[in-house]
């Protein structure tokens, strides 16, 4: 994975120090809290409810052993012993004081990490596959191109006060595992007719109040124009998005405004004029980022099969693990998702448990996944039962990857200043109702997403199942989506009519699955039987 | 007008009025001219020969518009004074200057050392912005 420079290192420590200084100023009462506000949150400090939360960015979901042991222990040191990871792969500290900030980001600095751009109108933190460098149906790996635009995208002076936040995902694969096309700009890499590797451009995807997929706007960007193209998606996105309502001030509302092929044109004119400006790193910088990226030392004859005789192994290892394109070796999902529990929390022991086996299994590298959950990407088959047993003991072997218990859920009322309604304790009531692994196997994939308001950080409009929580005349109510979905297939969730009560949108849950099994057909998912069958037969059963 | 506060050239200083862009267009002769974040830089490219100033307002200095304002009359070759006006606060002082800003006047004076701390404070930096500094990317490939 990447490893820090002089220069990268000392980009970070200088920013430790600005942001040390812009908090001295704010205590010393030079900076009122409306002008401290844009300066702490471009380094992900946000005021909750109850306390400041802080961002950590784990670039493209990647990290190392000691990262993730540093995670662990920063959850301790300035939390209350627990860490939150998030939908955009990073992580997040619920319980954080102001004036600890600058020497939690000089703890940070110490291991290649820091909160830069992780909110705020600006570009955040870039995401990507979890299973890249490891998947068996990659064309290559994303990361050193999601690298190369996380330098080039990090303090770029053009646009940090953009009309709205933006996010970039890259990924390498027909299975979009990132949804690539939900974001500001979804990078695909591809293969030209000539066999030459480029980038394919979608922009102005997401969720949010106006859920968008987006429009391809060029097939193919050559790698030496990568960053160029970008900064002309950028600039015309800076001049012209709208800034006079922030709810419509996201590229997605000026793609869809102009329309496609009017910003394409803009973006083309103003790549064209960028192309004589010499913003574009050598070819050899991308080549210096991906020798970061190689293949690490795999043993070439690692056993191909697994034993699978402990019946509790199995059904872990087929749930929770993923093709690897390295014989003898396998990908190894642990859910963040127990029954009940909070999805994406970690305790401090757990997140350095993780980060222990990472180091002796899977060649000191973790991922986190944009749906709340870690990957060992690199374990050998002949470790995985041991892998599973240290787990499992830890109370993290919940085997039930991409079931109805592996939710999406935002922090929502119990945290966030911003929420309508909770989020959690529906999460926990869902994952307690349909928990046991009888319900888990009958239902088979099934991806239910909830977010506690209509800003969507909980992705219920990509959920096969989603879930929005609102406000009616102060009492909280959910609506319920069906067919979402986030992959290759990308597809909006439909809301199902009025919402219920937080008891209500259980059994409203329990009612569709009854639909699902009723009208699936041989291995049919859920969502394809809703494909299938339509609204109608799962509003009968839901309203009459 | 407000006093320029600080500023990075060695010519004479710029006094001349500055008008809209709008007025600009219509007339003139004018030699220093104001452009508003909704204003389109592009529109003054045929006429940079003749203004030696061309000020850019934040009325806020979280619209960043002015900062591709900047970057273009610099690509197309503007090489009179560049000034930041409005709010202009200390944190943003390093952004404007890589985006080809050479001349501050912010409406609220700034603190003059944490201002020269903030002009200082990036050694190197990531992107090639045509303020003539060396990108990274640069030092790592001599």
Redesign the interface.
């Given at each position: 994975m990447y490893k820090y420079?002089q220069?990268?290192q000392?980009?970070v420590d200088?920013r430790v120090?600005?942001f040390r200084?812009?908090v001295r100023?704010r205590i010393d009462g030079?900076l009122t809290e409306d002008?401290f506000r844009?300066?702490r949150l471009q380094n992900g400090l946000y005021l909750q409810l109850h306390a400041y939360m802080l961002r950590v960015a784990i670039p493209y979901g990647t990290l190392n052993s000691q990262q993730m042991t540093m995670l662990g222990d920063i959850a301790d040191k300035y939390d209350r012993g627990y860490g939150h990871f998030t939908t955009r792969q990073n992580i997040q500290y619920n319980w954080i004081k102001l004036e600890e900030t600058p020497d939690l980001l000089a703890d940070l600095a110490s291991v290649e990490m820091h909160a830069i751009q992780t909110s705020g109108?600006c570009i955040r933190n870039i995401s990507s596959d979890q299973f890249a460098g490891a998947a068996a149906d990659e064309l290559v790996d994303p990361r050193p191109y999601a690298e190369l635009l996380r330098?080039?995208s990090?303090?770029?002076?053009?646009?940090?006060?953009?009309p709205r936040k933006f996010k970039f995902a890259v990924i390498a694969s027909e299975t979009d595992r990132a949804a690539m096309k939900l974001h500001d700009i979804g990078i695909k890499m591809v293969r030209n007719a000539a066999g030459e590797v480029g980038a394919q451009f979608y922009v102005g995807g997401g969720m949010g109040r106006t859920p968008m997929i987006a429009p391809m706007i060029r097939e193919f960007v050559p790698l030496d124009q990568l960053i160029t193209y970008s900064e002309a998606c950028l600039?015309v996105y800076?001049?012209y998005g709208r800034?006079d309502n922030k709810y419509k001030a996201r590229i997605k509302i000026l793609v869809h405004e102009l329309g496609a092929q009017e910003y394409t044109r803009q973006v083309e004119e103003e790549f064209a004029?960028l192309l004589d400006?010499?913003?574009e790193?050598?070819i050899?910088?991308l080549e210096?980022i991906k020798e970061h990226f190689a293949d690490p030392a795999f043993e070439a004859d690692a056993p191909d099969d697994l034993d699978l005789s402990d019946p509790d192994f199995r059904l872990w290892a087929q749930r929770n693990c993923h093709a690897h394109k390295q014989p003898g070796y396998i990908s190894a999902t642990v859910s963040l998702k127990p029954v009940g529990g909070i999805p994406g929390d970690a305790s401090a022991d757990q997140i350095r448990l993780m980060a222990q086996l990472a180091k002796q299994y899977s060649f000191d590298e973790l991922r986190v996944t944009h749906v709340q959950n870690i990957v060992f990407p690199h374990v050998r088959k002949a470790d995985l039962y041991e892998v599973w047993k240290t787990l499992d003991d830890a109370g993290l072997g919940t085997a039930n990857l991409d079931t109805v218990g592996d939710i999406i859920a935002c922090p929502g009322l119990d945290y966030c200043s911003l929420a309508n309604a909770r989020s959690i304790p529906l999460a926990q009531k869902i994952s307690e109702r349909f928990g046991s692994a009888e319900k888990q196997s009958e239902l088979g994939e099934l991806k239910l997403k909830i977010s506690g308001c209509i800003n969507a950080c909980g992705h219920h409009h990509a959920g096969h199942i989603g879930i929005l929580g609102v406000d009616r005349k102060g009492v909280e109510n959910y609506q319920l989506l069906l067919g979402g979905s986030e992959g290759a297939d990308t597809s909006l969730g439909q809301i199902t009519g009025p919402g219920f009560d937080e008891d209500g949108i259980v059994d409203a849950v329990d009612k569709a699955t009854k639909v699902y099994l009723a009208n699936k057909h041989g291995e049919e998912r859920f969502l394809d039987t809703y494909r299938r069958i339509g609204m109608a037969p799962f509003k009968e059963a839901l309203y009459d | 007008m407000t006093d320029v506060q600080f500023r990075f050239r060695e010519d004479d200083a710029v006094n001349d009025p500055a008008v809209t862009v709008d007025a600009f267009l219509d007339q003139s002769n004018a030699t220093a001219v104001r452009i508003e974040p909704g204003d389109d830089a592009r529109a003054l490219i045929p006429h940079l020969e003749r203004l030696s100033l061309i000020e850019v307002n934040f009325p806020a200095w979280t619209d960043g518009r002015g900062f591709s304002s900047a970057r273009v009359l610099r690509e197309a070759g503007f090489s009179g004074e560049l000034r930041a006006v409005g709010d202009v606060v200390i944190d943003m002082l390093s952004q404007l200057r890589r985006c080809g800003f050479d001349a501050f006047a912010p409406d609220r004076s700034l603190n003059e050392s944490e201002a020269r701390t903030a002009f200082e404070r990036w050694e190197d930096v990531y992107q090639a912005t045509g303020d003539g500094r060396i990108p990274i990317w640069g030092k790592r490939h001599g």
């Open positions: 420079d220069y990268d000392q980009m200088t120090a600005e200084d812009q100023r030079h002008q844009p300066l109108n330098q080039w990090s303090f770029h002076p053009e646009f940090l006060t953009l600039r800076n001049r800034r004029h400006q010499g913003i790193p050598p050899a910088e210096r | -």
